[in-house]
């Protein structure tokens, strides 16, 4: 069973650009969540979709954005990339409904911004 | 709002010590408590979770955590380490919002085991 897969592993990208990462959650999961953890930092709630809708969003710009497609897997693009956006990106998946949304996380896309 | 203070971003022990790092948090509404660990370079692994009942709650790899609901805590021990707990601990705090639990993460504490 595979558990939950991100792509790319890691990017480089210049300032102004944008960028899109991709995740696939686990078997069986139908939520995805996506974190910023900038270095030494916690992971920080970005946003959370469920039946291809964002349902929660934590504080973030607009520049970040997301689309969760039929299959549950799920983007999140950032648009105008700025230096502070370099973080490693988690998506964590989760079923639910359960009540104690226990979220797999996957590795991580680690962005560079220069 | 809710929030996590993990008291400790760094704590070094030697093998085979017991260990305890420490996770306070703030909420207004009843929460679940989790712990997290995050090895070099991956994604993060739940340890255990508190949802109800016992406050004693056993995890993988020999942790435990102890939910103390008048000091707002959430404790992580473990009796006796190894090299390989050599990573980074993450407590969460996740109260209904929305109708969705959406975790809060403490800044983290580094474990670092030395023979």
């Known amino acids: 069973d595979a558990g939950v897969t991100q792509s790319p592993t890691h990017l480089i990208k210049t300032r102004g650009q944008q960028v899109t990462l991709r995740c696939s959650p686990k078997?069986?999961?139908?939520?995805v969540s996506w974190y910023q953890q900038a270095l030494g930092q916690g992971p920080q709630f970005i946003f959370q979709?469920?039946?291809?809708?964002?349902?929660q969003r934590g504080n973030f710009p607009d520049r970040f954005s997301g689309h969760q497609f039929p299959n549950y897997s799920s983007e999140l693009n950032v648009n105008a990339l700025l230096l502070g956006d370099s973080a490693l990106y988690l998506c964590?998946?989760?079923?639910?409904?359960?009540?104690?949304?226990?979220?797999?996380f996957g590795p991580g896309t680690r962005l560079l911004v220069l | 709002a809710q929030s996590v203070t993990q008291l400790d971003s760094q704590v070094p022990v030697f093998e085979e010590a017991p260990v305890e790092l420490r996770c306070n948090y703030s909420?207004?509404?009843?929460?679940?408590l989790f712990w997290y660990v995050q090895y070099p370079n991956q994604g993060l692994q739940l340890l255990l979770k508190?949802?109800?009942?016992?406050?004693l709650v056993k995890g993988i790899n020999g942790f435990e955590a102890e939910f103390n609901k008048s000091q707002t805590s959430f404790h992580l021990r473990k009796p006796s380490v190894h090299i390989s707990d050599t990573a980074e601990y993450f407590c969460?705090?996740?109260?209904?919002?929305?109708?969705?639990?959406?975790?809060?993460f403490g800044r983290g504490t580094s474990l670092i085991v030395h023979p």
């Open positions: 964590a998946s989760s079923l639910r409904g359960t009540g104690a949304e226990t979220q797999y």
């Open positions: 078997s069986g999961h139908d939520t």
């Open positions: 979709y469920y039946e291809e809708e964002e349902r």
């Open positions: 909420s207004s509404v009843s929460v679940y």
């Open positions: 508190y949802l109800s009942g016992s406050t």
């Open positions: 969460a705090v996740s109260g209904l919002s929305g109708g969705s639990y959406i975790p809060t």
